[in-house]
């Protein structure tokens, strides 16, 4: 059982908007803001997506945003596109050399 | 632009020990900090630890401490992740990732490796 709590499936239609949530404890999500999310394709090498909540780097689309309520942390994709298909983690620092992670939502475009 | 070249695929019986490396370029790879991440099939992500390649500093997760060994050479910006005896549920993918950190606090994982796929299967 993974750390973070994420469903394990979301879906969305083209042009749809997606939130995935990632729901922690005191100790990590919702007590510090070093909440990261990643896309990961099959086969490929998984892609930092967004950091620090809402920190996008440079070369993601802004059709990705990030935020955090409580020990609640959410990713949103907006304007869904088929080559958004693919599962996401979350992480979150969780105290001193520690870092927990989710357990994963694979995101289907229908 | 920075890369992590992995190892390739491994196939080894329990007992066995076993080194994968993981190679940078781009970047300086000996002032930023490589973390090993576990993936087993069908399962989500597990931080194994995290090195700093430039005097090799390590620190283990707790739930990897012992069972592995984490080292590094910078002389050849490469990383390693080591067995010293393999167990069936080491089956797993294992990738390489660049790692930011920040006074003792891992901030964020910015670039993967390719992953390297360790069977272990008698």
Known sequence: ?110 | EVQLVQSGAEVKKPGESLKISCQGSGDSFTSHWIAWVRQMTGKGLEWMGIIYPGDSDTRYSPSFQGQVTISADKSINTAYLQWSSLKASDTAMYYCVRTSMFRGLIVRFDYWGQGTLVTVSS
């Open chain 1, 1 to 110: 059982q993974s750390a973070l709590t994420q469903p394990p499936s979301a879906s969305g239609s083209p042009g749809q908007s997606v939130t995935i949530s990632c729901t922690g404890t005191s100790s990590d999500v919702g007590g510090i803001d070093y909440v990261s999310w990643y896309q990961h394709h099959p086969g490929k090498a998984p892609k930092l997506m967004i950091y620090e909540v809402s920190k996008r780097p440079s070369g993601v689309p802004d059709r990705f945003s990030g935020s955090k309520s409580g020990n609640t942390a959410s990713l949103t994709v907006s304007g869904l596109q088929a080559e958004d298909e693919a599962d996401y983690y979350c992480s979150s620092s969780a105290g001193s050399n520690n870092v927990v992670f989710g357990g994963g939502t694979k995101l289907t475009v229908l």
